[in-house]
């Protein structure tokens, strides 16, 4: 049984004193941690693959000298969510350096099925409709690059579909917040619409005919 | 509010989020990913405003970084530990060479140099990521331009190619030895930034560690192919001539690859020393360096598009 609570493991005492011993708690810690936690783009990999992975991990930790994990400082938070980071963030660029990354977002917008023209009304008027549409999304895109950085994130996080449990923990907000996120977020939406209406576009009356 | 307006309120904002979202492609060109550092600060709390500010300025800038900086959270904050995890046979073994390893992870990269045919020989020297004795750079160089270093110049072979090794010791870690179950099975069709990764991925295949000593696992048979085949024979000899083994490489010569430039890798254990040589002809030899060394792997590798991947290895032992 490792420990994942502490911010400071025993092995990163002796990565100068004793880097033979420090080297091996350092496996031990990487192989249980990542068995029994396998980063979500690691559980694709067949077991093999991810022992390969594992391995991967543990060299780049501690190659020239453990320089990696070196550069941890202890600020009273447990070790192996900073690791699990290193570990994670490692695997992405693994996959993504051999080609077979699976986003999780596409970023080919032909490949999405947004049917803009279903959600709007009177989608019969064809070509106008749609050349209205390719304005709207350049316009969207201008106003909410003025909205402050907090609004951007908070806008395309909802529209990514993240719950706001999700938002909290991907701002690094404490755990009580999703009330007050998703009043930031109505007020970010409030924001983003007035913006539009005094460009001409006021979404709030396109389903009002 | 009522339920009219509820409803209107909501399809409202699903317009919008998907305005946004189909507004957001030519955003993703200007994403630049943040660090390691800074992103492990970020996802275990720690980090300083400024790194905060890096982290969410690039999740503005990158749908798919939204997702995985979630996902790291996320997955972070549920860490569990399971005691019964097995781990595989090296956390069983002590590591063989306690001094060297903080000696090799302290060193430092040489780069070969050489005389002009020295360089001619050698379509590609890989630099050594770890310490090579300055001497013994320097006595291979001594014996190229003076003599007949390896014992290479066999000139019953008119075809041979004579083998010119670069050597350098191979960390333990990276031969944390792979699984054997699946080795029979696993593709050679994974490719890697550099020749040397190749190598040892496919030599990791070959060997296990048992009671504190290197021994050699399963063969990898090479890939089969129906395409025409030339045969590469490599010998493996001792430096007084004497044939030890021969490995027989069969080269798919449809294969629009056939010509890309091969390399042959040689690992001997246990002292983990690893050569490598151009293969540039259909004959080599290789000669075996150590008398302590008693088994060793051979791998073959190949420039592809994007990489490098293995073609074949072997693993002996000359009991």
Same mark, same amino acid.
């Given at each position: 049984?490792?420990?994942?609570?502490?911010?400071?493991?025993?092995?990163?005492?002796?990565?100068?004193?004793?880097?033979?011993?420090?080297?091996?708690?350092?496996?031990?810690?990487?192989?249980?941690?990542?068995?029994?936690?396998?980063?979500?783009?690691?559980?694709?990999?067949?077991?093999?693959?991810?022992?390969?992975?594992?391995?991967?991990?543990?060299?780049?930790?501690?190659?020239?000298?453990?320089?990696?994990?070196?550069?941890?400082?202890?600020?009273?938070?447990?070790?192996?969510?900073?690791?699990?980071?290193?570990?994670?963030?490692?695997?992405?660029?693994?996959?993504?350096?051999?080609?077979?990354?699976?986003?999780?977002?596409?970023?080919?917008?032909?490949?999405?099925?947004?049917?803009?023209?279903?959600?709007?009304?009177?989608?019969?008027?064809?070509?106008?409709?749609?050349?209205?549409?390719?304005?709207?999304?350049?316009?969207?895109?201008?106003?909410?690059?003025?909205?402050?950085?907090?609004?951007?994130?908070?806008?395309?996080?909802?529209?990514?579909?993240?719950?706001?449990?999700?938002?909290?923990?991907?701002?690094?907000?404490?755990?009580?917040?999703?009330?007050?996120?998703?009043?930031?977020?109505?007020?970010?939406?409030?924001?983003?619409?007035?913006?539009?209406?005094?460009?001409?576009?006021?979404?709030?009356?396109?389903?009002?005919? | 509010?009522?339920?009219?307006?509820?409803?209107?309120?909501?399809?409202?904002?699903?317009?919008?989020?998907? !305005?946004?979202?189909?507004?957001?492609? $030519?955003?993703?060109?200007?994403?630049?990913?943040?660090?390691?550092?800074?992103?492990?600060?970020?996802?275990?709390?720690?980090?300083?405003?400024?790194?905060? /500010?890096?982290?969410?300025?690039?999740?503005?800038?990158?749908? &798919?970084?939204?997702? $995985?900086?979630?996902?790291?959270?996320?997955?972070?904050?549920?860490?569990? /530990?399971?005691?019964?995890?097995?781990?595989?046979?090296?956390? &069983?073994?002590?590591?063989?060479?306690?001094?060297?390893?903080?000696?090799?992870?302290?060193?430092?990269?040489?780069?070969?140099?050489?005389?002009?045919?020295?360089?001619?020989?050698? &379509?590609?020297?890989?630099?050594?990521?770890?310490?090579?004795?300055?001497?013994?750079?320097?006595?291979?160089?001594?014996?190229?331009?003076?003599?007949? %270093?390896? !014992?290479?110049?066999? #000139?019953?072979?008119?075809?041979?190619?004579?083998?010119?090794?670069?050597?350098?010791?191979?960390?333990?870690?990276?031969?944390?030895?792979?699984?054997?179950?699946?080795?029979?099975? /696993?593709?050679?069709? #994974?490719?890697?930034?550099?020749?040397?990764?190749?190598?040892?991925?496919?030599?990791?295949?070959?060997?296990?560690?048992?009671?504190?000593?290197?021994?050699?696992?399963?063969?990898?048979?090479?890939?089969?192919?129906?395409? %025409?085949?030339?045969?590469?024979?490599?010998?493996?000899?001792?430096?007084?001539?004497?044939?030890?083994?021969?490995?027989?490489?069969? !080269? %798919?010569?449809?294969?629009?690859?056939?010509?890309?430039?091969?390399?042959?890798?040689?690992? &001997?254990? %246990?002292?983990?020393?690893?050569?490598?040589?151009?293969?540039?002809?259909?004959?080599?030899?290789?000669?075996?360096?150590?008398? /302590?060394?008693?088994?060793?792997?051979?791998?073959?590798? #190949?420039?592809?598009?994007?990489?490098?991947?293995?073609?074949?290895?072997?693993?002996?032992?000359?009991?």
């Amino acid at each position: 049984m490792i420990n994942t609570e502490t911010s400071w493991p025993g092995f990163l005492d002796l990565l100068d004193t004793d880097p033979d011993t420090g080297f091996r708690d350092f496996y031990r810690f990487t192989y249980t941690l990542l068995r029994s936690n396998p980063p979500k783009p690691m559980r694709s990999l067949n077991s093999q693959d991810q022992e390969d992975m594992i391995g991967e991990i543990i060299y780049h930790c501690t190659r020239d000298n453990f320089r990696v994990l070196k550069k941890y400082t202890d600020k009273g938070k447990p070790f192996a969510a900073w690791f699990y980071a290193i570990a994670y963030n490692k695997v992405l660029n693994h996959l993504r350096d051999m080609g077979s990354e699976s986003n999780n977002v596409s970023l080919d917008q032909s490949s999405e099925a947004f049917d803009l023209q279903q959600l709007l009304p009177n989608p019969q008027e064809g070509e106008v409709k749609r050349f209205e549409l390719a304005i709207l999304e350049n316009i969207v895109r201008e106003v909410i690059g003025r909205l402050d950085e907090y609004c951007q994130l908070l806008l395309k996080m909802a529209a990514d579909e993240f719950t706001p449990r999700e938002m909290v923990a991907s701002l690094r907000l404490p755990k009580d917040q999703n009330k007050k996120i998703s009043d930031d977020l109505r007020e970010c939406r409030r924001k983003l619409k007035k913006k539009l209406s005094e460009k001409g576009y006021d979404l709030t009356a396109v389903f009002q005919s | 509010m009522d339920k009219r307006s509820e409803d209107h309120e909501r399809k409202v904002d699903e317009l919008l989020n998907r !305005l946004i979202k189909s507004s957001r492609s $030519e955003m993703s060109t200007e994403f630049v990913r943040p660090g390691e550092q800074v992103i492990a600060a970020y996802v275990s709390g720690s980090a300083t405003e400024q790194e905060k /500010s890096i982290i969410q300025v690039a999740m503005i800038g990158s749908p &798919a970084f939204r997702a $995985e900086i979630r996902d790291m959270v996320i997955e972070s904050e549920t860490i569990i /530990s399971i005691s019964d995890v097995s781990l595989p046979d090296y956390d &069983a073994v002590s590591v063989p060479d306690r001094v060297g390893f903080l000696k090799r992870r302290g060193g430092n990269s040489v780069s070969g140099n050489g005389d002009i045919s020295f360089m001619d020989k050698l &379509a590609k020297i890989i630099r050594s990521r770890f310490y090579v004795p300055a001497v013994a750079v320097a006595a291979i160089l001594v014996l190229l331009i003076y003599g007949d %270093p390896f !014992l290479l110049h066999d #000139r019953s072979h008119i075809d041979s190619t004579d083998l010119i090794l670069v050597q350098h010791e191979v960390p333990k870690e990276m031969l944390i030895p792979v699984s054997t179950r699946a080795a029979a099975t /696993s593709s050679r069709m #994974r490719i890697f930034d550099s020749a040397e990764k190749a190598a040892l991925h496919e030599i990791r295949y070959l060997i296990t560690w048992q009671q504190g000593d290197f021994s050699i696992g399963e063969q990898r048979p090479q890939d089969t192919s129906s395409a %025409p085949c030339k045969d590469i024979n490599i010998q493996l000899a001792t430096t007084s001539g004497q044939q030890l083994r021969e490995f027989v490489f069969h !080269l %798919p010569v449809t294969d629009s690859l056939a010509e890309s430039p091969l390399m042959v890798w040689a690992l &001997a254990l %246990p002292s983990r020393n690893l050569y490598n040589a151009p293969l540039l002809t259909d004959t080599a030899k290789i000669i075996w360096p150590g008398h /302590s060394d008693s088994i060793g792997c051979l791998t073959i590798t #190949r420039a592809v598009a994007g990489g490098y991947q293995s073609l074949a290895s072997w693993s002996f032992d000359l009991h």
